[in-house]
């Protein structure tokens, strides 16, 4: 595949790290490609760039293609530390495997219309409406166009069915469009989902199946 076709300098990348039940989430930037080499902004902890050679663990780096709605992911890719042009410290991510290519637009959002907050790089939390959900993803209005550039991380919470329901999801801005109220709805893709999410879409397609149909 040609990485270069689906993502350019100052994009986004999820790197998902399992060592036995434990799972963490790293977001980084890409900084320049050199063959099958993605040299990515250093993934930091506790001041220090994380070296992903522990025995034992398993990674997945995933890419969103923005303009065909597709999440592709790798397994194992071989990731190093080392140095961009000899001076700038960097994550070296070779992909040496095909992708896994997932289509996130054949899933299923289900329209929610609660209050939630999100967090744009170092803003204070804001108050917004999430319109919907999916398994993978999260629309919300907002005012203001070009409040949230397309291709950026956010942070995303809310809850619902008083508090049975928690989520604070790190997500990538995927698509704008202005609404005819004069509002603007943001699309976001979740890279690495909760369970949980999942859970609470069935959930509300349950309750809208007995709205619809009187049961309640």
């Known amino acids: 595949m040609d990485i270069a076709s689906i993502l ?5 990348l999820t790197l998902k790290v399992k060592n036995a039940d434990a799972v963490a989430d790293f977001d980084t930037t890409l900084i320049d490609i050199v063959g099958d080499c993605l040299l990515c902004e250093p993934i930091m902890h506790e001041g220090k ?25 790798w397994k194992q890719p071989d990731i ?26 054949a899933n299923y959002r289900q329209y929610i219309g609660i209050p939630g907050k999100v967090v744009y790089f170092r803003s204070p939390p804001k108050d917004i409406i999430i319109r919907d ?12 166009k070009g409040e949230y550039k397309v291709g950026k991380m956010v942070n995303v919470s809310f809850n619902d069915e008083d508090g049975r329901f928690k ?5 990538q801005i995927v698509r704008e469009r202005e609404l005819e109220n004069g509002r603007f709805e943001y699309g976001c893709f979740v890279p690495n989902p909760p369970y949980m ?7 509300k397609q349950i309750e809208e199946r007995k709205r619809v149909l009187g049961h309640i």
Do not use: W
């Open 8 to 12: 350019a300098p100052g994009g986004a």
């Open 49 to 73: 760039a994380v070296n992903f050679k522990a025995p034992g663990i398993k990674l997945e780096l995933s890419i969103f293609d923005v303009k065909a709605g597709k999440l592709y992911c």
């Open 80 to 105: 190093r530390l080392g140095y961009y042009r000899k001076k700038t410290l960097c994550q070296l991510i070779y992909l040496t495997s095909e992708p896994i290519e997932i289509n996130r637009r």
């Open 133 to 144: 959900v999916s398994n993978n993803g999260v629309g919300f209005l907002s005012e203001k």
């Open 167 to 171: 989520f604070d999801l790190r997500c």
């Open 197 to 203: 999410l999942g859970s609470y879409v069935a959930y």
